[in-house]
């Protein structure tokens, strides 16, 4: 809940004295994780290949994402593997279902 809004953001900012952009990042990883089968290293994945919303992702065609990410993984050599053409598929399916929780 704290991190929410941009206001929310900016407050959890100034007391904690983490960076604004950090705190974005963290919020974006959590709510990519709401998508069941998107943890840790899948949620860098998509974060860190452009798909940094959940909004994002539910814009998606599944053979496309699957492409764009199989060749993120191979021209950056990120620490991971693309999903599945199943898996993309469920993970934006399930996108577009998710209720809306972050403001940006």
Known sequence: KAGRTPQDRLALAEKTGVPLDAILEYVKLSD?????????????LYHDAG????????????????????????RTGFDGIA????????????????PKVVEY
Do not use: H, N, Q, Y
């Open 32 to 44: 990519l994780a709401r998508i069941p089968g998107t943890k840790g290293i899948r949620a860098r």
């Open 83 to 98: 999903p599945l053409p199943k898996e993309a598929a469920s993970a934006i399916a399930t996108a577009k279902r998710l």
């Open 51 to 74: 798909v940094d919303t959940v909004d994002k992702m539910a814009e998606w065609d599944p053979v496309e994402l699957r492409a764009m990410l199989v060749s993120f993984v191979e």
